[in-house]
């Protein structure tokens, strides 16, 4: 049987990987947990997300599914922020007599709440289509995430990392979080670049430890099951209540859609889309930095990185007008969110100087209005300025933002390592 589950926490706590790490060691008592349990991460520009618009699934071989209905259900009940006006869990259940009958329709409803907004309507259409016992609370919307987490548990294609996420013990929770900062840098100097996003050296900011008052202590995010495991046994930190690991499309880049025209680009979705860049990149009040990208047909949209993007800002401010780039990102308010973007041709830029004496090799000086140049050195003259093409200070190739302002979807530079063009790993 697979259980998805959607949307128990809040702001103020609670975190359904949580909930998945208890039921994946409660549960065994009506049968054994198969493989890992999976996190998907869904479209990242929901707006009713809680923090990274996360849902789990779990696949349980049992002989008492009925059991392991009612056990879920009473742990949803228990552990979810039924209070919060924002939480609307979802659960829904996926027999193993209903996988082959269901698998298709479930994985296309996993890859359409990746890239699309979804209706609850459309979830509650297609659990009553397959037959598959479902409970909603509250407006039910978990049940989006719930249903598309089954989906992906039933699709084993897609690509695939994971993360070693460790819970805090309950009374610690909304504390601040004791980790040895020391031994979370060691442990991305010993495990990357087959982990990734643990530490932010450029910013010098830990990005695997949490600041929300939930129960995750930290999370270790890598290419397998096995690194991510061996990347915390140094780690030195508070009482760890629990960990799991899970399976996710976290840095895949699952959610973007590649599209050959700008005209395709819309609100709420996200994309990777190629283009010139049309004027010169400006920042404003707050630190972003925006330009407009345009493709032959005429058709522009805003690009934007936003301030706490941080020094990728300065690499995106070296763009220049004609330069042909693609671009990755999520849209809202038609402007795109940079996730990372990768010049495919720099335009060439030169700049009028003075002639270069042929003699002393020395920048020549005016000779005054209308009289062209002379050398100061041996008064060689010559009649017009030259134009030189200037160092763009930025090469073709794949540019990232910098660990901490990564989204949970989008796919590091260090794993496009076998790519055929110059890449920039930001770490
Ligand atoms: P956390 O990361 O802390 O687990 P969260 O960011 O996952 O929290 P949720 O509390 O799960 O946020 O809220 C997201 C809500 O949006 C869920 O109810 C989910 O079903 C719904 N949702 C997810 N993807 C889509 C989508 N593509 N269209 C419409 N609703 C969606």
Same mark, same amino acid.
């Given at each position: 049987?697979?259980?998805?589950?959607?949307?128990?926490?809040?702001?103020?706590?609670?975190?359904?990987?949580?909930?998945?790490?208890?039921?994946?060691?409660?549960?065994?008592? /009506?049968?054994?947990?198969?493989?890992?349990?999976?996190?998907?991460?869904?479209?990242? #520009?929901?707006?009713?997300?809680?923090?990274?618009?996360?849902?789990?699934?779990?696949?349980?071989?049992?002989?008492?599914?009925?059991?392991?209905?009612?056990? $879920?259900?009473?742990?949803?009940?228990?552990?979810?922020?039924?209070?919060?006006?924002?939480?609307?869990?979802?659960? $829904?259940?996926?027999?193993?007599?209903?996988?082959?009958?269901?698998?298709?329709?479930?994985?296309?409803?996993?890859?359409? #709440?990746?890239?699309?907004?979804?209706?609850?309507?459309?979830?509650?259409?297609?659990?009553?289509?397959?037959? %598959?016992?479902?409970?909603?609370?509250?407006?039910?919307?978990? %049940?989006?995430?719930?249903?598309?987490?089954?989906?992906?548990?039933?699709?084993?294609?897609?690509?695939?990392?994971?993360?070693?996420?460790?819970?805090?013990?309950?009374?610690?929770?909304?504390?601040?979080?004791?980790?040895?900062?020391?031994?979370?840098?060691?442990?991305?100097?010993?495990?990357?670049?087959?982990?990734?996003?643990?530490?932010?050296?450029?910013?010098?900011?830990?990005?695997?430890?949490?600041?929300?008052?939930?129960?995750?202590?930290?999370?270790?995010?890598?290419?397998?099951?096995?690194?991510?495991?061996?990347?915390?046994?140094?780690?030195?930190?508070?009482?760890?209540?629990?960990?799991?690991?899970?399976?996710?499309?976290?840095?895949?880049?699952?959610?973007?859609?590649?599209?050959?025209?700008?005209?395709?680009?819309?609100?709420?979705?996200?994309?990777?889309?190629?283009?010139?860049?049309?004027?010169?990149?400006?920042?404003?009040?707050?630190?972003?930095?925006?330009?407009?990208?345009?493709?032959?047909?005429?058709?522009?949209?805003?690009?934007?990185? /936003?301030?706490?993007?941080?020094?990728?800002? /300065?690499?995106?401010?070296? %763009?220049?007008?004609?330069?042909?780039?693609?671009? /990755?990102?999520?849209?809202?308010?038609?402007?795109?969110?940079?996730?990372?973007?990768?010049?495919?041709?720099?335009?060439?830029?030169?700049?009028?100087?003075?002639?270069?004496?042929?003699?002393?090799?020395?920048?020549?000086?005016?000779?005054?209005?209308?009289?062209?140049?002379?050398?100061?050195?041996?008064?060689?003259?010559?009649?017009?300025?030259?134009?030189?093409?200037?160092?763009?200070?930025?090469?073709?190739?794949?540019?990232?933002?910098?660990?901490?302002?990564?989204?949970?979807?989008?796919?590091?530079?260090?794993?496009?390592?076998?790519?055929?063009?110059?890449?920039?790993?930001?770490?």
């Amino acid at each position: 049987m697979i259980i998805g589950i959607d949307d128990t926490d809040s702001r103020e706590g609670m975190c359904t990987t949580y909930l998945g790490a208890i039921l994946i060691e409660e549960l065994t008592v /009506y049968g054994s947990i198969r493989g890992y349990p999976i996190l998907v991460r869904l479209n990242p #520009t929901i707006p009713y997300k809680t923090r990274g618009n996360a849902a789990i699934a779990i696949q349980i071989d049992t002989k008492y599914p009925d059991k392991v209905i009612e056990y $879920v259900i009473s742990k949803i009940e228990s552990l979810a922020e039924m209070q919060s006006e924002k939480t609307n869990p979802g659960v $829904v259940f996926v027999h193993d007599r209903e996988y082959n009958k269901s698998k298709s329709a479930l994985k296309d409803f996993f890859y359409d #709440t990746v890239h699309n907004v979804m209706a609850i309507e459309n979830a509650k259409n297609l659990i009553s289509k397959l037959g %598959l016992i479902a409970k909603g609370y509250k407006k039910e919307r978990g %049940l989006i995430g719930a249903l598309a987490a089954t989906g992906a548990m039933l699709d084993s294609e897609w690509d695939s990392t994971y993360e070693y996420l460790t819970y805090r013990k309950k009374e610690k929770w909304g504390l601040s979080r004791v980790v040895d900062e020391n031994s979370i840098y060691k442990s991305d100097l010993d495990f990357y670049p087959d982990t990734w996003d643990t530490v932010d050296w450029e910013n010098y900011v830990i990005v695997c430890v949490p600041k929300s008052p939930d129960p995750v202590l930290y999370g270790i995010r890598g290419k397998d099951d096995h690194t991510v495991k061996s990347a915390t046994e140094d780690i030195k930190s508070e009482t760890v209540e629990r960990s799991a690991v899970y399976k996710t499309n976290q840095g895949t880049d699952m959610h973007l859609i590649n599209v050959s025209s700008i005209k395709e680009v819309t609100d709420m979705q996200s994309y990777i889309v190629q283009g010139t860049v049309k004027n010169h990149p400006y920042t404003i009040e707050g630190g972003h930095t925006i330009f407009t990208l345009g493709d032959n047909s005429g058709n522009t949209i805003d690009c934007a990185a /936003y301030e706490p993007t941080k020094n990728f800002r /300065y690499l995106v401010r070296k %763009l220049k007008t004609g330069d042909n780039i693609t671009v /990755y990102g999520s849209v809202k308010n038609q402007t795109l969110n940079i996730e990372k973007f990768k010049i495919n041709r720099l335009v060439p830029i030169y700049e009028t100087r003075n002639p270069t004496c042929p003699i002393c090799n020395k920048r020549m000086k005016s000779a005054g209005k209308n009289q062209g140049f002379k050398c100061r050195k041996c008064k060689t003259k010559a009649g017009s300025s030259v134009l030189v093409e200037i160092d763009r200070e930025i090469e073709t190739g794949l540019y990232e933002v910098p660990p901490s302002a990564r989204r949970h979807l989008a796919k590091p530079l260090v794993r496009f390592m076998s790519s055929n063009y110059n890449i920039f790993p930001s770490r």
